[in-house]
């Protein structure tokens, strides 16, 4: 029998411990952005990987998105289809929900985070495309299992809250598709820098309009299509950015206290530590 | 907690395949279709169903049904659907015990999709006809028993941009069929039909045409195989595939091509003839 460690730590230490570790992996990534557009839900994730994916399909009308830990969350997706598969197998296609697949998650990762040594280093998105744009929803799902149920948009990973800030200036109910995805790469840009072209990027969308499963890839010369459109917006959409000068000025303040280099090796500002607040 | 299903605690440590039947057969072994052997074998009580044709035309192949299940000398349903979706580029149809038949179309629909979904990319059509095979060769012992069921495989292969037929027998298969094939118990005339008025390289409408006839011959000389029901509108189910996809004719424009059919049969009953010379 070896003891470690000789000293005593108390349980807080220890949790306190674990999610700064987490969030340390966590926010080593790039972000992935989700967002609601007019006709379903956008995923778009900085990703130079063709084989590693950030984004996948769940099941008909659910779509997830990840950041941290590829082998971590990889087991988690596929988790996911399962529970998805059989779910809609045993009973009917729309006995699958989000909201379930969330709940899953959670149990799961809640688990882990107080029962291993080392909690995931994973922070995910499940998203729901309804019929209409009050039925979508997007769940966040942290790595100590908490749920946010977020309100039209949400961004993991990396220097989220920088993202988030920039994505907010831009974001507004029902943009068309170009104009989404526009705001998601300006959020996903840092300001001054230079966006990343089709081939570093995924990009998905869950589109309400589509016959039987929603989530579509898109990829190659559609996606630089859509690439080209967003770019054609983008005099558009700063219009209605510079009328908000208070916002504009906070995102750009935020924005100043990250330098252009390298990410830092935690986020600043308030995260979820994992006690509940 | 205790009440929870037994594959709960295997979605997140599952290592096998991507084959969703094979996790059902490890986890979930009640949620396969039934495979006991029966006290008693089953006859003509359980309803049957009929007549299945498909045909590769320009680009792609087109699959046609009947609307008709039996048991015995009853018509036990009228609109019966036997050809379905099995994924974006294929289809199947079925003949025999319908239930186990439907059973058997869902499970496979999930298969294909499991494994797109964890994989990131489709099986190749060769993939999934031998795929259908090892599922059709679980159901032998029912099979003896008098639960037959045996489908019939269409799909578009993207590599070879045309159109792929695969037959079945109870044991598994699968054998790759040229230009068309039919199955189920109307299946001697409908391909004797087909041998008739089938064209190499005709357009998606003329073959439908061409499956039409098959079935309304197969119906003309088989107890068991409905005609089109003018009076109640029930219309074959037919399902073309080309490289844009799986699309089911809606009952409107099926409507058309079967009325334009009896239009030509009221003169002549026994149908279009083939040139002699």
């Known amino acids: 029998m070896s003891i470690?460690?000789?000293?005593?730590?108390?349980?807080?230490?220890?949790?306190?411990?674990?999610?700064?570790?987490?969030?340390?992996?966590?926010?080593?990534g790039r972000s992935v952005v989700v967002m609601q557009y007019a006709d379903g839900i956008l995923f778009v994730a900085p990703n130079p990987s063709k084989a590693l994916h950030k984004i996948s399909e769940i099941y008909d009308r659910i779509g997830f998105a990840a950041v941290g830990r590829y082998n971590e969350f990889e087991s988690l997706r596929l988790a996911g289809i399962r529970y998805a598969d059989i779910n809609g197998y045993t009973f009917n296609?729309?006995?699958?929900t989000g909201r379930g697949l969330a709940n899953l998650y959670a149990q799961h990762l809640g688990m882990i985070f107080t029962e291993s040594i080392k909690s995931f280093e994973v922070e995910i998105v499940v998203a729901e495309v309804g019929d209409s744009p009050e039925d979508d929803q997007i769940y966040r799902i942290t790595f100590d299992g908490s749920v946010f149920d977020e309100q039209g948009m949400a961004v993991i990973g990396g220097q989220s809250d920088a993202v988030a800030g920039r994505l907010k200036e831009r974001y507004s109910e029902g943009l068309p598709l170009p104009r989404a995805l526009d705001a998601a790469l300006s959020a996903l840009t840092e300001p001054g820098g230079e966006r990343p072209p089709a081939t570093q990027l995924e990009v998905a969308v869950l589109d309400r309009g589509r016959e039987h499963r929603k989530f579509l890839r898109l990829t190659g010369p559609r996606l630089e299509k859509l690439l080209e459109a967003a770019k054609e917006s983008q005099e558009?959409?700063?219009?209605?950015?510079?009328?908000?000068?208070?916002?504009?000025?906070?995102?750009?303040?935020?924005a100043g206290q990250a330098p252009d280099t390298a990410p830092p090796t935690a986020p600043e500002g308030d995260i979820d530590t994992g006690s509940g607040e | 907690m205790a009440s929870q299903p037994a594959w709960?605690?295997?979605l997140f440590t599952y290592t096998g395949s991507s084959s969703f039947s094979e996790f059902l057969g490890v986890h979930a072994p009640n949620l396969l279709p039934r495979n006991e052997s029966l006290a008693v074998p089953v006859g003509d009580e359980i309803p049957h169903a009929t007549t299945i044709v498909a045909a590769t035309c320009a680009g792609g192949v087109v699959m046609a049904g009947d609307r008709r299940a039996t048991s015995g000398n009853i018509i036990s349903q009228r609109d019966i659907e036997k050809v379905f979706r099995t994924d974006d580029y294929s289809c199947m149809g079925i003949a025999g015990t319908a239930s186990t038949g439907l059973e058997l179309a869902r499970l496979y629909r999930v298969e294909l999709e499991h494994y797109e979904k964890t994989e990131g990319r489709s099986l190749s059509t060769e993939g999934k006809a031998h795929r259908l095979a090892t599922m059709i060769r679980g159901n032998l012992p029912m099979a003896m028993q008098g639960l037959v069921v045996v489908p019939l495989f269409a799909a578009y292969d993207p590599s070879r941009d045309s159109g792929r037929i695969f037959s079945y027998d109870v044991g598994g298969g699968p054998y790759e069929q040229q230009e068309f094939h039919s199955i189920g118990s109307g299946?001697?005339?409908?391909?004797?039909?087909?041998?008739k008025l089938y064209r190499e390289g005709a357009s998606p409408q003329d073959t439908v045409l061409t499956c039409l006839h098959a079935l309304y011959d197969a119906a003309d000389d088989d107890s068991a195989t409905g005609g089109p029901d003018v009076m109640r509108k029930i219309w074959p189910v037919v399902a073309v595939i080309t490289a844009d996809g799986f699309r089911r004719l809606p009952d409107e424009e099926v409507a058309e091509y079967v009325e334009s059919m009896l239009a030509g049969r009221k003169t002549a009953p026994e149908g279009p003839t083939a040139p002699l010379r």
């Open chain 1, 4 to 28: 470690p460690f000789g000293g005593y730590a108390s349980p807080e230490q220890i949790m306190r411990d674990r999610a700064e570790y987490a969030r340390k992996g966590i926010a080593r």
């Open chain 1, 93 to 96: 296609r729309n006995d699958v």
């Open chain 2, 8 to 10: 709960m605690n295997s």
């Open chain 2, 187 to 195: 299946s001697i005339f409908a391909r004797g039909s087909l041998k």
């Open chain 1, 236 to 254: 558009g959409a700063r219009q209605p950015a510079g009328e908000q000068p208070g916002e504009a000025s906070a995102g750009q303040a935020q």
